[in-house]
């Protein structure tokens, strides 16, 4: 190209057709750190022993991108993995992970890192710039099957570029509020010593046990039953300040139990030693047994302000009959969420109105709720061309065909919540038909757009509310996206372009509220329950800060470095010496003075 594009030092240029970086670093950057924020371990926090814990279906894969990934068992492997930086649970404020410092360019697009020259993979090899230059053509490769990763590293994240073993410089697409940029910036690298990129990569991959630069490795694997993941032995972030007495655990072994239930039972037998109560059923009703009475199992419940992803049901409009807004409002109003709310879930919840909440000036609370109302339901319903009651009730359109609505879901305790939303569905003349499915599985349904309806949550996804992949419809009618609706809206797709382009925080907040509000007027989502809490039960030697949860976490009992954008996990540790008392004094009957804890530290105000 004769006429070269000068900025600061760093030229671009035109490289066999494709726009490539000869980058140098500028003499004139403000690099940032951050080592004044408030630590949120305990001090007081033991290494070693061992914790095990329960999901209810093996993964499909140990892959983090491609076919299958995108299930619940990727954050055990993602979230030991670091990025460049992470940001403070408590505060928000960036602070260092794979980065030890970083440098913001003029432009307000391009970011500066020095990278950490400690940083080691599990397997030894130093981590260095090669790992993220490699990891941005990975990620864009066509082998990994990642339409999503695909097209993020080609639009949102433009260049990645080594200036020398210990840094890089990497490129947003567009210009970006100092906060939003970092966040879309901060990327994981990738094992360059480790990878061969190829056609057959993902069979190839589908089981590999990858370095990792977090805490914690597999260490062993007996497939259908359990994953075992262990600490590295002087990992070499530990001692870093935000890690500071965290990640004790020696070992953590994921063990697959089916049915709650029966993992309940293991549980109360001391063959688990954490058990999630999030489910009012198991908080109210069943977190009642000896057990807890005598003290040997306690229950935690820490308010927290987080932000919320989609909690709700996810209409398909490829469906011919969901292709009609008519039935699709009628759905809204035929879907009594409040008395689900307030019978099945004892008012733990509360009704969400939109796809994305917790976001403070990016969600829309004027939003009306659609309230469950029958009259209205069969108004809709008719104007979609079901106006006939069948022998059962349920409405018929003038050829017979019923309207029925197939709701996938995934896990069994949803069933009682669901079922009673099928019987009041049925008084609107809607037939719900309820398809319980495997937790891998179902979710493979849903990213395959093989559902009708999906009944799933989300994840908050980061610190502003995400909607290119939900509803842009670049990820419409493919497979492995998270458009689980389907969805192809001009109008929609118009406003998300602009709210991921612009700059302006105000604008920005202004776009997330109509596109809200599109969402709203498509009626595609039928929004469901939020929550600013987190709970569980574990053993009595299962010890956690004083303030047991932060303001940002999702899960209080997580041992990773915790989901992103945040790193809030790993504060649990388990103290010998109760355990030996509490194990005397389960086998001696005694009862110990019973723990029920609400920590409010962070309730939202």
Request: hydrophobic share 35%; charged share 20%.
């Amino acid at each position: 190209m004769k006429n070269k594009i000068k900025w600061i030092g760093t030229f671009l240029m035109l490289v066999n057709s494709s726009l490539g970086w000869a980058a140098t670093l500028p003499s004139d950057l403000k690099w940032e750190t951050n080592d004044t924020d408030p630590l949120f371990a305990s001090p007081k926090a033991l290494p070693g022993g061992s914790l095990t814990m329960f999901i209810d279906s093996f993964p499909l894969t140990f892959r983090t991108v491609g076919h299958d990934s995108n299930g619940s068992f990727r954050s055990f492997i993602l979230d030991n993995q670091l990025r460049l930086i992470s940001f403070h649970p408590n505060t928000g404020n960036p602070i260092p992970s794979l980065a030890t410092h970083w440098a913001i360019a003029p432009d307000s697009q391009t970011v500066y890192f020095k990278l950490d020259p400690r940083a080691k993979w599990s397997d030894g090899k130093p981590v260095s710039a090669d790992d993220y230059t490699f990891g941005y053509e990975m990620m864009r490769s066509k082998h990994i099957k990642g339409p999503w990763f695909n097209n993020y590293y080609t639009t949102e994240v433009v260049a990645v570029e080594k200036i020398d073993d210990h840094t890089i410089v990497v490129k947003a697409g567009s210009r970006k509020a100092k906060l939003d940029l970092l966040n879309t910036t901060e990327l994981w690298p990738q094992p360059k010593h480790y990878y061969k990129l190829t056609p057959n990569w993902v069979k190839q991959y589908n089981w590999a046990v990858v370095p990792t630069t977090g805490p914690y490795v597999i260490s062993e694997v007996k497939k259908g039953k359990s994953v075992t993941f262990s600490k590295q032995k002087d990992w070499w972030a530990q001692q870093d300040r935000y890690n500071q007495h965290r990640f004790n655990l020696d070992t953590v072994k994921v063990q697959v139990i089916r049915d709650h239930n029966i993992a309940f039972r293991h549980f109360l037998k001391g063959e688990l030693d954490t058990f999630e109560m999030i489910l009012p059923n198991w908080w109210h009703e069943k977190a009642v047994t000896q057990e807890y009475q005598k003290g040997y199992v306690q229950k935690v419940m820490a308010m927290t302000d987080t932000k919320q992803g989609g909690q709700g049901v996810h209409l398909n409009v490829a469906n011919p009959k969901l292709a009609n807004l008519n039935v699709r409002l009628g759905i809204q109003h035929a879907l009594n969420i409040d008395k689900m709310i307030a019978t099945v879930l004892r008012g733990d919840y509360d009704r969400a109105t939109t796809f994305s909440s917790g976001f403070g000036p990016f969600t829309d609370i004027k939003l009306a709720k659609r309230a469950y109302d029958i009259n209205k339901a069969r108004e809709y319903f008719a104007k979609g061309g079901y106006n006939k009651p069948g022998p059962d009730g349920i409405l018929q359109n003038d050829k017979g065909d019923r309207l029925t609505l197939t709701l996938t879901y995934t896990s069994q305790e949803h069933s009682k919540r669901l079922t009673l939303l099928k019987e009041e569905a049925k008084k609107a003349g809607l037939d719900l038909e309820l398809n319980l499915v495997d937790g891998a599985t179902g979710f493979k349904v849903m990213l395959e757009k093989k559902h009708e309806a999906a009944w799933l949550g989300w994840g908050g996804g980061g610190l502003y509310p995400q909607y290119w992949e939900a509803f842009h419809s670049a990820n419409a009618n493919k497979v492995q996206t998270n458009n689980l609706f389907n969805v192809a809206d001009k109008e929609l797709d118009e406003l998300i372009d602009a709210y991921g382009n612009e700059f302006d925080m105000t604008k920005r907040a202004a776009f997330s509220h109509q596109i809200q509000q599109r969402i709203y007027d498509l009626a595609i989502f039928v929004p469901g329950v939020q929550l600013n809490y987190v709970r569980a039960s574990s053993w009595r030697y299962v010890m956690l800060p004083e303030v047991p949860a932060t303001k940002n976490t999702p899960d209080q009992l997580y041992w990773p470095m915790d989901g992103y954008p945040h790193s809030s996990g790993g504060l649990l540790w388990i103290d010998p010496k109760v355990k030996a008392q509490t194990q005397q004094a389960k086998e001696a009957g005694e009862a110990l003075t019973p723990i029920n804890l609400l920590d409010q530290t962070y309730a939202p105000k």
